[in-house]
């Protein structure tokens, strides 16, 4: 793996330092609190796992919602080495912001600015039908286009099927023999590395061996062949090769179903907080939130929580954990657009002073008496990935140990 003579290190300790938004004493009232040395523990954990191979940290989707500039740079300082993304648009953003590393950008359309990439020296995915297309646009600015072939080793999703590759192979070739390309890389995607023992991941890796063989047998020398994600770079040694594609872990999430972050030695980086807005008595049967599906059972007090499923709150995940003042609270009731209810179980909390309006209320954070993202995702019926992703931008985020 190379990240290539115009990629100085040098040149990259100049933009880390560019100014991103602190956590100052007093958060916005709701906030996503992003720890920069969680990102940074976790990408030097996954650096060390994965070598010799290389990290190309994952921030698509503005970093699974954990904002990209800010991970971008702390993942680069940690000691990740290439970039990648799903569309060219956010590979553009991340040059906007001079970001020099190599960025790979995967997903294509016929409508794809392949010519803002090429100029903008960006690693395109090519699952064949690109082709083409990336080489006229290379050709007209007298460049050379990056690309990394893509092999369809069984996800059923992008890439080139194992039957067509020989011919994509071959067409590569020549269009580096022209000099419109060069293929930088060759790569796959897991389907079920999150399941460490299946099978057909030993049958990605046969597949993909095989297909690096035969593009090597067509004449091409690709530096970088890259075919794990999170879960194969924690589970699986043989999906490591030349460079790993990680996001989650990244985030400080786990991919397994039976592992914690903990158990993986991985620090989840966002906390999500804010405060209770009200706070009050009710009688037993007071119905809460639209449908009245909860009512209270006896007198007690309940705690309006202003996050909803327009701060990306799933609607369905009512019986989330929300800790307030050192006690984790399930929500009751449906959770609305802006807002959701915690009970607090006790009546005369007010009338004792102990009301808790203007109390801190965590839904998800890395302390040990923080609920996990996972338990959100349990609530949800999802995984944690999708929870911190969706997480909306009417919440700002907020920089932790930049
Ligand atoms: C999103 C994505 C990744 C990162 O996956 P994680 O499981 O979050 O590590 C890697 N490669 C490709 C092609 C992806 O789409």
Redesign the pocket.
Known sequence: MNAGPHHPRVRLQRVISAAVPTATERLPERAAVIDLDAIRHNVRHLVALAAPARLMA?V?ADA?GHGVLPVARAALEAGAEWL?V?HISEALALRAAAIPVPVLA?LNTTDSDFAAAIAADIDLGCSGWELPLIALAAQQQQKTARINLKIDTGLGRNGSTPTEWADLVARARQAEASGSVTVVGI?S?LAVADEPDRVETDEQVAAFTTAVAVSQEAGLSPRVRHLA???G?LSRPDTLFDLV?????IYGLS?FANQTSNDLGLRPAMTLRTLVSVCKEVPAGQGVSYGLNYRTTAPTTLALIPLGYADGIPRIATGGPVRVNGVTYPVVGRIAMDQMVIDLGEAALVASGSSVIGAEAVLFGPGDDDASVDEWAAAAGTIN?EVVTRISPRVPRVYQNV
């Open positions: 994952v698509k699974y990648g799903a995967w790569f995607h994600n999170s879960a770079t594609r990680a996001a989650l872990a991919p990935c």
